[in-house]
T-cell receptor
Framework: AQSVTQLDSQVPVFEEAPVELRCNYSSSVSVYLFWYVQYPNQGLQLLLKYLSGSTLVKGINGFEAEFNKSQTSFHLRKPSVHISDTAEYFCARDTGRRALTFGSGTRLQVQP | DGGITQSPKYLFRKEGQNVTLSCEQNLNHDAMYWYRQDPGQGLRLIYYSQIVNDFQKGDIAEGYSVSREKKESFPLTVTSAQKNPTAFYLC?????????????FGEGSWLTVV
C-alpha cells in the first residue's frame, strides 16, 4: 500500500532556530506530495505541494520542502521558526484514487 | 467568503444513537471527502465522492454512511454500529478529478460519545 511515514512525533525547537520535519514515502512511479499544517482545534491548511518539476518547493509562511526521489523523502524545512509556527504538521500523498493518505503527524513546539 | 462549513462544531452522542455531521461547500468543487482524526494516528479516510450521486468507501467506512444528493453537500452519519466514534471529523473538498489537486478542509467537528 502507498504510505507516508513521519519519523518524528514531536520536534521541540527554540525560537529563531532552523527546523526540519522529516517525511518518507513508499516508492511509486509517480507521486504527488503535500505538507499541511493544523493549528489546535482547526482544520488543515496547505503549506506546499510537489507535483513535478523543480525538486525544491517553496510554500507559505517561509516553509520549503525538497523532493528527493532516490531517498524517497520530502522533508519540510524553515530556516528560522517563530512561536506562531507551533502546530501539528502532516505530510500526505495522493493515492491515485484522488484522495490523500496522511502521515501520523509531527508536533512542532517552538520555545522562547 | 468561499469555504467549507462543518456543523456542529461539538456534538455529544449517547450510545446506540445515530448522528449526522453536516458539511457544505461553496467552492463549486466536484470532489468531497470525510476524514477521521485520532491523536497520534493522523487522518484516516472514511468516504469520498468524486461527483454527485456517487461515493466510495475509504479505509475505515464501517459504521458510517454518506449521501451526495447535491454538489455542495456531503453529510456523514455516524451509526450505532461504529464502536468507537469519539474523534475529530474533518470534511474536505477539491476541484475536478485529477490527481494532485489541492484538498481544502473545513474547521472540523468534535464528536463525543457519552
Amino acid at each position: 500500500a502507498q504510505s507516508v511515514t513521519q519519523l518524528d512525533s514531536q520536534v521541540p525547537v527554540f525560537e529563531e532556530a532552523p527546523v526540519e520535519l522529516r517525511c518518507n514515502y513508499s516508492s511509486s512511479v509517480s507521486v504527488y506530495l503535500f505538507w499541511y499544517v493544523q493549528y489546535p482545534n482547526q482544520g488543515l491548511q496547505l503549506l506546499l505541494k510537489y507535483l513535478s518539476g523543480s525538486t525544491l518547493v517553496k510554500g507559505i509562511n517561509g516553509f520549503e520542502a525538497e523532493f528527493n526521489k532516490s531517498q524517497t523523502s520530502f522533508h519540510l524545512r524553515k530556516p528560522s521558526v517563530h512561536i506562531s509556527d507551533t502546530a501539528e504538521y502532516f505530510c500526505a500523498r495522493d493515492t491515485g484514487r484522488r484522495a490523500l493518505t496522511f502521515g501520523s503527524g509531527t508536533r512542532l513546539q517552538v520555545q522562547p | 467568503d468561499g469555504g467549507i462549513t462543518q456543523s456542529p462544531k461539538y456534538l455529544f452522542r449517547k450510545e446506540g444513537q445515530n448522528v449526522t455531521l453536516s458539511c457544505e461547500q461553496n467552492l463549486n468543487h466536484d470532489a468531497m471527502y470525510w476524514y477521521r482524526q485520532d491523536p497520534g494516528q493522523g487522518l484516516r479516510l472514511i468516504y469520498y465522492s468524486q461527483i454527485v450521486n456517487d461515493f466510495q468507501k475509504g479505509d475505515i467506512a464501517e459504521g458510517y454512511s454518506v449521501s451526495r444528493e447535491k454538489k455542495e453537500s456531503f453529510p456523514l452519519t455516524v451509526t450505532s454500529a461504529q464502536k468507537n466514534p469519539t474523534a475529530f471529523y474533518l470534511c474536505a473538498s477539491s476541484r475536478g478529478q485529477n490527481s494532485g489537486n489541492t484538498i481544502y478542509f473545513g474547521e472540523g467537528s468534535w464528536l463525543t460519545v457519552v
